[in-house]
Nanobody, 121 residues
Framework: VQLVESGGGLVQPGGSLRLSCAASGFTFSRSAMSWYRQAPGKERELVAA????????NYADSVKGRFTISRDNVKNTVYLQMNSLKPEDTAVYFC???????????????WGQGTQVTVSS
C-alpha cells in the first residue's frame, strides 16, 4: 500500500486548500478512505472518511460544513477540499486506506508522508 499526499501549503485564515492522496498497491475502488491530521503536540485525529463508492461520508465535528471529502476511483485518488480554514486547522494531514468498503473497516498499516497545512496571517 502506497499513499502520497499533496496540496498542502500556507494559507490565510478564511482561505481554501484542496489536498490530494494518490493511492496504489491495493484495490482502491473497494476501500474506504480517510483523512487524518496531527497538530504539533497533539495526537493524530480523524478528520473525514468516505466509503469505497463515495456514497457516504463522515466528518469530525470540528470540520463539518467546511471540509468535503471526495474520491475518484478512476484516478485512485481521494481529495479533501478545505474551506474557511482556521488557525486551529494547522497540522500535517495524512490519508489512510481501509481494508473494506465502509469506514469502520480496519485500516492498512501504511501511512503516507503527509502534507503540511499552515493557516496563518
Amino acid at each position: 500500500v502506497q499513499l502520497v499526499e499533496s496540496g498542502g501549503g500556507l494559507v490565510q485564515p478564511g482561505g481554501s486548500l484542496r489536498l490530494s492522496c494518490a493511492a496504489s498497491g491495493f484495490t482502491f475502488s473497494r476501500s474506504a478512505m480517510s483523512w487524518y491530521r496531527q497538530a504539533p503536540g497533539k495526537e493524530r485525529e480523524l478528520v473525514a472518511a468516505v466509503t469505497s463508492a463515495g456514497g457516504s461520508t463522515n466528518y469530525a465535528d470540528s470540520v463539518k460544513g467546511r471540509f468535503t471529502i471526495s474520491r475518484d476511483n478512476v484516478k485512485n485518488t481521494v481529495y479533501l477540499q478545505m474551506n474557511s480554514l482556521k488557525p486551529e486547522d494547522t497540522a500535517v494531514y495524512f490519508c489512510r486506506a481501509h481494508i473494506g468498503s465502509y469506514y469502520d473497516a480496519p485500516v492498512y498499516a501504511s501511512w503516507g508522508q503527509g502534507t503540511q497545512v499552515t493557516v496563518s496571517s
